[in-house]
């Protein structure tokens, strides 16, 4: 079998990967169960991915786990979500200290159970000076939400004198967003072959190079991940450039 991770240029990493975790629901479904049983199993995916890209020494990781959209979904489903959050939470927080990962999580918190935010902010504590893998949870997370936050905050700001209109420039406003300490992905992955971005990261995203798997989340091992990557390392990333002027660089 070829070793895809032999494969993977180490010195061409991308900093920051970001996935659309898809497909929980017709997995489940494919073997005749309930979508509940899909998300349980899509946990194995999560462990198998925060390993693969702490190992190949990934910089960052921002998992989408669930959409400001998701809170539509029926209540069962819902507290089930939240249920196996808290409880892969706790069975994980001795591997992230272990393995050096600084948790930290991007969303509505407000919209969030307390027993939920107050262990999600207990392990970003405990793992704030971790120096290995980033890994960010959006959770109950929406893009347009954010950015619409980020202006308001900004308008706050100009109206308290705390900084003039005249200065707000893309920087700026990237740095009222909660992604403020976070470098753009370069690479973002959605599994289960949908092709759309469901108001994630819009704003980060926009020179972020997509790649879009068949694989449904439950079956997303390492060597998947591995794909991925492989498939960013063949592209020509120009940035508005000509491929000439790449070159050249
Ligand atoms: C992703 O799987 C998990 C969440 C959105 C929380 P889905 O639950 O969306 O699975 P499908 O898309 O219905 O198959
Ligand atoms: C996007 O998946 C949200 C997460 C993966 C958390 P959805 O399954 O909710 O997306 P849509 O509604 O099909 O676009
Ligand atoms: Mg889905």
Redesign the pocket.
């Given at each position: 079998m070829i070793d895809l991770k032999e494969k993977i240029d180490r010195s061409r990493l991308p900093n920051h990967v970001a996935i659309i975790?898809?497909?929980?629901?017709?997995?489940?479904?494919e073997r005749g169960s309930h979508?509940i049983f899909?998300?349980q199993n899509?946990i194995t995916s999560v462990r198998e991915t925060v390993e693969g890209a702490g190992e190949l020494g990934i910089k960052y990781l921002t998992l989408?786990?669930?959409?400001k959209e998701?809170w539509c979904?029926p209540p069962e489903?819902i507290d089930a979500?939240m249920g196996l959050m808290i409880s892969t939470i706790n069975s994980e927080t001795e591997t992230l200290i272990k393995n050096n990962v600084r948790l930290m999580i991007i969303g509505d918190m407000q919209n969030l159970p307390a027993y939920i935010t107050e262990k999600l902010n207990e392990v970003a504590g405990l793992t704030a000076g971790n120096d290995g893998l980033t890994l960010i949870i959006a959770l109950s997370y929406g893009s347009r939400w954010e950015i619409a936050g980020a202006a308001r905050r900004i308008a706050e700001d100009v109206i308290s004198g705390k900084i003039e209109m005249e200065k707000i420039n893309e920087n700026t406003f990237s740095e009222y967003l909660l992604t403020k300490s976070i470098p753009d992905p370069e690479l973002l992955i959605r599994t289960?072959g949908?092709c759309r971005i469901s108001n994630f990261l819009l704003w980060q995203i926009a020179y972020t190079e997509l790649h879009f798997s068949q694989t449904?989340?439950p079956d997303f091992r390492k060597e998947h991940l591995y794909k991925a990557i492989i498939d960013f390392q063949k592209r020509e990333r120009r940035f508005g450039k000509t491929s000439e002027q790449i070159k050249c660089d």
């Open positions: 975790m898809d497909g929980n629901g017709r997995w489940a479904r979508r899909g998300h899509g989408y786990a669930f959409s998701n979904r489903e979500l289960s949908e449904l989340w």
